[in-house]
């Protein structure tokens, strides 16, 4: 197509020079405003993005914002490298992976009255603008620290010296200590330090001491100092929550009250650790004639938005954290424990304020309206998965015995309408195990194995979904502005990796854009067979992140139009932004929605993003070197696992029995020189045909727990395959272990010449 197929639509070169020339945010809609493209001819301009995009020229960052290649994205971390004569900041990228030159970026005055200005040093979470080609300016969000001076490593004494090693993966790096500088470290504790600069070369010096690194508890504050993610509370934060009194019935004065839902039976299903309940489900048939086989539903959500107001210190703290987080040995929360734990926490048995979602599905499991109050509620039992479950199949204890017909009954009922509508629906559901790390009395790991999934844990899960459905219909319906979860389809680029992948496998998925049913179709096709585990982590590997945004951009995965987080207000911050825009929407009392916070939503959106992420990462490290330490003592022993991964210098395994991942070097396979097959996922051999592919079937041998970076290192004793190669015409499977014994007269060393059969 060129552009004389789109007479009334603008050139590729003036888009390109809009877009390269103009300041903040450019998508398809500011295009369109700007040259005045309307109706039917958006598709003409879609189009030409997509060729624009396709030949490199432009590219798609966050919520389909277009910018030129190697544009920065809007919400960067920075580093302060210089100031310049008028005393500005001047920064770079903490991450640059081009080979180009980084870009300088004009840090502006802090719009916070009386915040410090940042330093040369100082790693930045900035908002970052595009000024005009290549020029940029950024707006500090919240200032992270030192930067690519300071790090974590494990301080160790050898000969009475002092060292500290680096426990980044990506930065093996060991500094010389000098014992004025040790702060009274001792051999083996996690410390942060800073390089420092003298005459005779870097050195370290050691600025706090985390805690012994063979302690386990050690793990989870590594997880949280490296990832930042602040862990005491601001003294007015807990202040305020500890002085907050339970919510009334009445909202104000001269409003309405509350709706009284303490005589439904309400009741918490959670996991048997579960320390605070956000919510509380109810099911019933609808009594309506119009509606035959049809259900209604109360979801209680608790209600934050009463206890955290706009601007108040809990919302600055909660807005800060985005998301609690969870680790093997603790939780770190987003809300003091005074709130998470206490008065918003949906105990049984006590009153407590809440958001009820009252919805009304047909047979098909389609809602068809919905309502939102405040409430009260008293929660009738706490209950957990696994006794749900029981009851459920017929084994009722002394708690569930009066509850498994009048509630428990109907809540499986109500779950069996909606999953049929999940399965209608065409629901991407990745079928890969989850790890559940089980600690000890001496806080050491006891055990690790796959969580079970049961029809109980599906069943708060389809609540929930249709719960957080429901809100973002009706706020959409009310024109309240509010945070939608959005799941994009995977990118084109993905999208064609995974294309080749799969027909390589034997599996169709048709050529441009895919539907979620095609990718679920997929891994019910591959349900039964050995290559379930291979096709679930490539497709899941193809999915793009969700992230928070006000624009309705819909959600891939669960293949819904519209979709927002309305069910756990304690641990994300996204959630209290619905609840305040509900309560606008329904006029119900104070902790609405506030002005200044509807127009800071893409703000809002994005920094909440990033903290989440933060927190994955935070719960990935730490469960990494869990692991570790847990492997540390099976060091020489032997494994049998699936190849999740490959690359140019080796390929991941995954251990069956326990789910922990390791890398096997390129370095220790049999002899021969390996090339890496993106497309076909695999490390073949030159000369002997030997390969290694993704989703294979391998046997391993432990050599190295690293519990500094949570790595673990494998060597292969058997599995791979031989295939047709240049340099091996044989095409005859074989194992590894068959190999090193066929080459064994051949001798050792990656550089000799292999003998042919």
Not at 13 to 30: C, D, H, S, W, Y
Not at 616 to 638: N, P, S
Request: with cysteine; proline share 6%.
């Amino acid at each position: 197509m060129t552009d004389r197929d789109h007479p009334s639509l603008p050139s590729k070169a003036q888009i390109l020079e809009f877009v390269k020339e103009t300041p903040g945010n450019v998508g398809k809609r500011e295009i369109a405003r700007e040259f005045g493209i309307k109706g039917a001819a958006r598709q003409g301009l879609k189009q030409i993005l997509i060729e624009l995009q396709d030949d490199g020229l432009l590219e798609r960052g966050r919520k389909r914002r277009l910018r030129p290649p190697g544009a920065l994205p809007p919400v960067l971390i920075i580093d302060v490298v210089s100031i310049d004569s008028d005393g500005d900041p001047l920064c770079t990228p903490a991450r640059w992976d081009s080979e180009d030159a980084r870009p300088v970026i004009h840090l502006t005055a802090n719009s916070k009255r009386g915040a410090a200005a940042p330093g040369k040093g100082d790693r930045i979470l900035a908002r970052v603008k595009r000024v005009s080609g290549g020029q940029y300016e950024a707006e500090a969000i919240r200032v992270l620290g030192a930067g690519s001076d300071a790090f974590m490593g494990v301080y160790e004494i050898h000969d009475d010296a002092g060292s500290v090693s680096s426990i980044d993966r990506k930065r093996r790096t060991t500094y010389p200590v000098e014992k004025r500088d040790d702060g009274g470290a001792a051999n083996g504790d996690v410390v942060e330090a800073e390089i420092v600069r003298g005459r005779h070369g870097r050195r370290a010096r050691v600025t706090t001491i985390i805690g012994p690194i063979d302690a386990p508890s050690t793990f989870s504050l590594i997880a949280l100092k490296s990832r930042e993610i602040p862990v005491e509370f601001p003294a007015d934060a807990l202040m305020q929550a500890e002085n907050s009194k339970p919510a009334p019935l009445a909202l104000r004065e001269k409003d309405k009250r509350r709706a009284d839902l303490r005589d439904i039976p309400l009741v918490t299903i959670d996991g048997a650790d579960a320390r605070d309940f956000d919510d509380a489900v109810f099911a019933t048939p609808d009594d309506d004639p119009k509606n035959p086989g049809g259900w209604r539903l109360i979801i209680a959500i608790a209600d934050v938005s009463w206890y955290v107001r706009p601007s108040d210190a809990l919302d600055i703290s909660a807005k800060e954290r985005g998301t609690s987080v969870y680790f093997p040995d603790r939780v770190t929360p987003m809300l003091p424990e005074a709130l998470s734990n206490d008065l918003c926490s949906l105990r049984p048995n006590e009153d407590r304020a809440c958001v009820a979602a009252h919805i009304w599905i047909d047979q098909n499991g389609t809602i068809l309206r919905s309502t939102f109050e405040r409430a009260l509620m008293r929660s009738t039992a706490r209950l957990t998965y696994e006794q749900v479950q029981s009851a459920h199949d017929g084994a009722t204890d002394d708690l569930t015995a009066p509850l498994a017909t009048p509630v428990i009954a109907p809540l499986y009922g109500a779950y069996a309408t909606l999953e049929a509508g999940r399965v209608k629906r065409g629901t991407l559901e990745i079928n890969l195990p989850e790890l559940q790390i089980h600690l000890g009395e001496d806080g050491h790991i006891g055990r690790i194995e796959p969580r079970p999934r049961l029809d109980s844990h599906r069943l708060i899960e389809e609540f929930m979904i249709t719960a957080n459905v429901a809100a973002a219909k009706t706020l959409a319906a009310k024109n309240i502005p509010f945070l939608y979860r959005v799941h994009e389809p995977p990118s084109l680029e993905k999208l064609e990796a995974l294309r080749e992948s799969l027909t390589g496998l034997g599996y169709k998925l048709a050529k441009g854009a895919v539907k979620t049913s095609d990718l679920t179709g997929i891994i019910r096709q591959a349900a039964e067979k050995d290559q379930s585990r291979l096709v679930n982590t490539l497709i899941l590997r193809s999915q793009s992140k969700a992230v928070y945004t006000p624009e309705l951009e819909g959600h891939f995965g669960l293949a819904l139009s519209q979709y927002c987080h309305f069910t756990s207000p304690i641990r994300r911050y996204p959630d209290i932004i619905v609840h305040r825009a509900l309560v606008d929407a329904f006029r119900q009392g104070p902790g609405g929605l506030t002005p200044e916070e509807a127009d800071a939503l893409e703000d809002i959106g994005d920094q909440t993003s990033i903290t989440e992420r933060r927190a994955e990462a935070a719960e990935r490290d730490a469960k990494d070197r869990y692991i570790a330490a847990f492997m540390a003592e099976h060091v020489g022993a032997t494994f049998h696992g699936h190849i999740n991964g490959v690359a140019r210098f080796g390929f991941f395994v995954t251990l069956d029995d326990t789910g922990a991942d390791g890398l096997v070097p390129v370095s220790t396979l049999p002899w021969d020189r390996y090339f890496h097959e993106e497309t076909a996922n695999r490390l073949v051999g030159q000369q002997t045909g030997n390969a290694y592919t993704m989703g294979g079937a391998v046997k391993v041998k432990l050599t190295e727990a690293n519990v500094h970076t949570g790595g673990l290192i494998f060597h292969v004793l058997e599995g791979g395959e031989t295939i047709k190669t240049t340099g091996n015409r044989t095409s005859k499977r074989q194992t590894s272990k068959s190999f090193r014994q066929n080459i064994k007269k051949g001798g050792k060393g990656r550089n000799k010449k292999v003998p042919q059969k």
